[in-house]
T-cell receptor, first 117, second 112 residues
Framework: AQKITQTQPGMFVQEKEAVTLDCTYD???????LFWYKQPSSGEMIFLIY??????QNATEGRYSLNFQKARKSANLVISASQLGDSAMYFC??????????????FGSGTRLSIRP | NAGVTQTPKFRVLKTGQSMTLLCAQD?????MYWYRQDPGMGLRLIHY???????AKGEVPDGYNVSRLKKQNFLLGLESAAPSQTSVYFC???????????FGPGTRLTVT
């Protein structure tokens, strides 16, 4: 069965520093997708970045990059030059059978990131 | 384009009452999902649908029913609400070729 683990319940980082949020996953399916979502205090879920299991390069979106280490089954989110507005909950998620119509996404328990001015 | 909308935004129920949460999307997406989020936890999948007229169980389906009579709407029903169903409920949708799920703003439900 698929599983997502986020071992950091909370993190404090100084503004402008880079931060890495950890995510490990478990699946027996060779075809899967990994996601990161941001949930600010207002409650909405904001999509940040996606990595497919067959993608050759690590995904990047602006200040966000996904450090994908397939052999270690890890998909860490890296935020460069953190900003006060980055303070939020961050969720890692995975979908097995990435190209199947029946595939569904499961979420980790989240990491609360707080940026200090 | 409204994206994904949810009705209502807030609701308070008494134990044993029933209610229906409505999710609507205007992106012509095939797939729709209902999640619940409890304090300090990630989202857990309740039910999902891969197309009009089809539904399937997720991780935590007990106590809920769903219907997808129209492609754009996905309804979540609670027949007899229990305090354990106090949660924030999120609806999401996804297109057939898209990997990203688009989320609604959430419904905060309290059962007393």
């Amino acid at each position: 069965a698929q599983k997502i683990t986020q071992t950091q319940p909370g993190m404090f980082v100084q503004e402008k520093e880079a931060v890495t949020l950890d995510c490990t996953y478990d699946t027996s399916d060779p075809s899967y997708g990994l996601f990161w979502y941001k949930q600010p205090s207002s409650g909405e879920m904001i999509f940040l970045i996606y990595q497919g299991s067959y993608d050759q390069q690590n995904a990047t979106e602006g200040r966000y990059s996904l450090n994908f280490q397939k052999a270690r089954k890890s998909a860490n989110l890296v935020i460069s030059a953190s900003q006060l507005g980055d303070s939020a909950m961050y969720f890692c998620a995975m979908r097995e059978a990435a190209y199947s119509s029946a595939s569904k996404i499961i979420f980790g328990s989240g990491t609360r990131l707080s940026i200090r001015p | 384009n409204a994206g994904v909308t949810q009705t209502p935004k807030f609701r308070v129920l008494k134990t044993g009452q029933s209610m229906t949460l409505l999710c609507a999307q205007d992106m012509n997406h095939e797939y729709m999902y209902w999640y619940r989020q409890d304090p300090g936890m990630g989202l857990r999948l309740i039910h999902y649908s891969v197309g009009e007229g089809t539904t399937a169980k997720g991780e935590v389906p007990d106590g809920y029913n769903v219907s997808r009579l129209k492609k754009q709407n996905f309804l979540l029903g609670l027949e007899s609400a229990a305090p354990s169903q106090t949660s924030v409920y999120f609806c999401a949708s996804r297109g057939q070729r898209h990997y990203e799920q688009y989320f609604g703003p959430g419904t905060r439900l309290t059962v007393t």
